[in-house]
């Protein structure tokens, strides 16, 4: 296992901290998911996908006992990672920040997700997703010109932005550690990451002074790529924007003459072209179309509804979909771990298991008294 040794305490909730920690786990890393006693109908998500392969441990962090227990485990190494998501001062609040960990073990890594950073006039204020990327100058050229920015059906912040730029931090510490034996304390913002994502066009503006505006740029709808949508009410993703591709998408749909349109950076060449394109794939049903271009390299695929992408011979091939152990003996199917590898397999305990099901194992031996 990858990351075998090392030993994670995760306070997180919600998305951003326990999908990063779930990467982890599933790359070897020992997890603990820290929660409340009595969970509400355990907290929004799906919890049995984002808490797989952890141990769970459900105590009052407002008990002076807990947190003197909760200390212990961190001394001496035994756990070297804490992952918290808290706005900024509440683990303060309770002891457990980091200047307070950090005198119990110097070496700890403690890593911090919130929607605004530690610091700065936004990091007490509350946020979602979708207020991170509309700050972040996402969707401020995402959208129609006509409608505006429109609802993305997955946290990009959340998920690009919180989970993702946690696991590289952590494991960036990791390797520092590794060669000094320090320490540190990663601040992530779920809206500087998700600023980090205008890395294409960020360009055009900071260096040149082009303003990013909707329908104007070649991802954007300002050329031709984008969805298309066929004579059954499905949709086609055309991407087709190199030379050669777009040469492959002309031959495909019969009309070879729409080259030199597709070949024109020009505007009105483009809407002309994404006008013909349009009318030309109404006239066949998605299947039709998906025939078709499979026989062909053009960038065009089907948009495919989940059900679909969970059968789709791609998914299947690349193993993307795994049976995980639930507590009575049965399976539950759930996204696999995308990192692959000549040397490692990812490992999958079980589903995520009921609150405090870890406590006695844990802390049995710290505590005065079993935390119910």
Sequence with gaps: ????????????????????????????AEVVHVTKPVEEGRQWGPDEYLQRSKKSLAVDLKSP???????ELLKEQEYDIVVEQFRPG????????????????PGLIYCSITGYGQTGSYSERGGHDINYVALAGLQGYSGTKENGPANIGFQVADLAGGSMHAVIGILSAVIYRGTTGLG?????????????????????????????????L??????????????DGRYLSVGSLEPKF????????????????????????????KEQL??????KTLEEWHSIFSEVDACVEPVLTFEETVEHPLFKDREMFVEIAKPDGTTQKQIACPIKSNLFQASYGTVGVKAGAHNEEILGHLLKKKIK
């Design 90 to 105: 509440v683990m303060a609040r309770l002891g457990l920040d980091y200047e307070s960990l950090k005198a119990i073990n």
């Design 65 to 71: 006992e807990v947190v003197a227990s909760i200390k």
């Design 246 to 273: 777009r040469q492959q998408l002309c031959g495909a749909i019969g009309s070879p003459d729409l080259l030199r349109l597709a070949l024109s950076n020009k505007p009105d060449d483009m809407a002309m072209l």
């Design 218 to 231: 070649i991802l954007n709808g300002g050329s031709f790529y984008g969805y298309y949508e066929t004579l």
């Design 1 to 28: 296992m990858l990351l075998k040794g090392l030993k994670i305490l995760d306070f997180s909730t919600l998305l951003p901290g326990p999908f990063a920690t779930m990467m982890l786990a599933d790359l070897g």
């Design 278 to 283: 349009q009318s030309t794939f109404k006239q």
């Design 184 to 216: 540190q304390h990663l601040d992530i913002s779920m809206t500087d990451c998700a600023l980090t994502l205008n890395a294409l066009f960020a360009h055009d503006y900071l260096a040149e002074g082009k303003p990013l505006a909707r329908e104007e």
